[in-house]
């Protein structure tokens, strides 16, 4: 992915591309990021830190070494963020429901002419599927 990235972005094809260019580069490759998380891009004055760091020659361009160097920070900090959100999503999310079902069954049970006591929440469809049935049967 970084290899296709790269190459496309080395328009005159001499291994290196230079401080815009690699800006590109790094939002091009949090568009891909963010498929699978929402992680937002570093800012250009971040990138051209970075750019520098990873700039071992001195010369204000990056060979493909030098720019894998400098994906490889940013995403493996994107990496963290992508982590924390599938843990969320997957674990989370879950209990979130659970907790969010518990909470309309008891409000539910508390309601005037609810029932007085705490009902699993299929009770409540199924008194309302009967209820609708009941007003289009004879």
Known sequence: MINDIFDAADTNKDGRVDIDESYVLILKLYIKVNRQAPVNPPSREVSEVLFRAADNDGSGRLNKEEFLELATTL???????????????????????????????????????????????????????LAGLGSVLP
């Open 75 to 129: 995403l493996g900090r994107a990496g963290l963020r992508v982590a924390a959100y599938k843990a969320i999503t997957l674990l989370a999310a879950p209990f979130l429901g659970a907790y969010l079902a518990a909470m309309a069954c008891r409000s539910y049970a508390a309601a005037p002419g609810g029932g007085g006591g705490p009902r699993p929440l299929w009770a409540a469809s199924v008194d309302g599927l």
